[in-house]
């Protein structure tokens, strides 16, 4: 029998957010993510096959995990018939704040695109994406896979239709990244949100956002700084992660130009100017979590591209 080669597709983390960006903001970083390995099958529909890296936690049925439920989702609508075979080999950690689900929903249809030849764009792409994130935390909320996908900053403007913006990226921008040693689930950190806003608080955020795109068009850092504040979803969450306030307040006494949780968290994120700011910045965090017992790990990274296709085809 002629094996069948593989295509492996690669995502990366995603920092989503971004203060005043709930739900609809998000940025790829450059260094780790996750992998998927795709091939055709026998029968029609996605076979998961493999999942590798994260230590037994995550759904093997191929109707619940994140990946193949994205890569399903994406032969419904372009592919109906076609048979699909996945590996998925996580480099990131689960329940993180690093949008580990959307990278693994990402490089999954990334990785079908490419082995079927659809030339999808992006935001079919996205689409399918965010029905594995819909399988794994019970949200389609789309401001990690649109970044995964399409790499920088991406605003999603609407969803139906789904309406992606790609931002200008501030080549001096860095981020310290810091996980906290727990996890803490999308679905138990979105349960602590408040179910209404106040309006005079939905004026001061719209306004945020507002600052934030326009800082990064005109790639003023500090302006960036000042916008990203997150006056009604990071309140919510503050007290589900130990340590979380002392270590944005030594981090802004720092000189951080901005610091939040990243997507659901624990993972915190701090903004500097340059890199050695941001490694001083990723040492403050390491303390202040450690100090609170929740010791973890973190880097020091830049905003990066997207999702793509390591290596084709594989035999
Ligand atoms: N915007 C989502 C949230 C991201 O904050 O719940 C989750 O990864």
Not at 19 to 25: A, H, M, Q, R, S
Not at 167 to 192: D, E, H, K, M, N
Not at 219 to 246: C, K, M, N, Q, T
Request: proline letters at 8%; glycine letters at 12%.
């Amino acid at each position: 029998m002629t094996p069948r080669p593989w295509i492996e597709a690669f995502a990366p983390a995603t920092v989503s957010n971004l203060g005043p960006g709930f739900d609809c903001l998000g940025l790829a970083v450059a260094g780790p993510g996750d992998r998927v390995r795709a091939r055709l099958g026998d029968a029609p529909g996605v076979v998961l096959l493999s999942v590798a890296g994260d230590g037994g936690k995550l759904p093997r049925a191929s109707e619940l995990n994140t990946a193949s439920v994205a890569a399903q989702a994406l032969l419904n609508v372009y592919a109906p018939g076609a048979a699909v075979e996945l590996e998925l080999l996580k480099g990131l950690p689960l329940g993180s704040g690093l949008g580990s689900s959307g990278a693994s929903a990402a490089a999954a249809v990334v990785a079908v695109d490419a082995l079927l030849d659809l030339g999808l764009p992006p935001a079919a792409l996205v689409e399918a994406a965010r029905a594995g994130e819909a399988a794994a935390c019970g949200a389609g909320h789309p401001d990690n896979v649109a970044p995964a996908i399409l790499g920088g900053i991406v605003l999603v403007a609407s969803l139906a239709p789904l309406r992606l913006v790609a931002l200008p990226t501030p080549p001096s921008l860095w981020i310290a990244l810091y996980t906290p040693g727990f996890s803490l689930p999308t679905a138990q950190a979105r349960a602590v949100l408040p179910g209404a806003v106040r309006l005079a608080d939905a004026v001061v955020h719209a306004a945020r956002l507002g600052l934030l795109v326009h800082a990064l068009h005109e790639g003023d850092l500090s302006l960036l700084g000042e916008a990203v504040v997150d006056d009604i979803v990071e309140p919510a969450r503050a007290p589900l992660i130990p340590g979380y306030l002392e270590a944005k307040a030594a981090c802004c006494e720092a000189g951080a130009l901005a610091c939040s949780i990243s997507g659901a968290g624990p993972t915190t994120f701090a903004f500097a100017s340059d890199h050695g700011r941001a490694q001083a910045l990723l040492a403050i965090l390491d303390e202040a979590f450690t100090h609170a017992g929740v010791a973890g790990q973190g880097f020091v990274d830049q905003v990066g591209p997207g999702a793509r296709v390591l290596s084709a085809p594989l035999h």
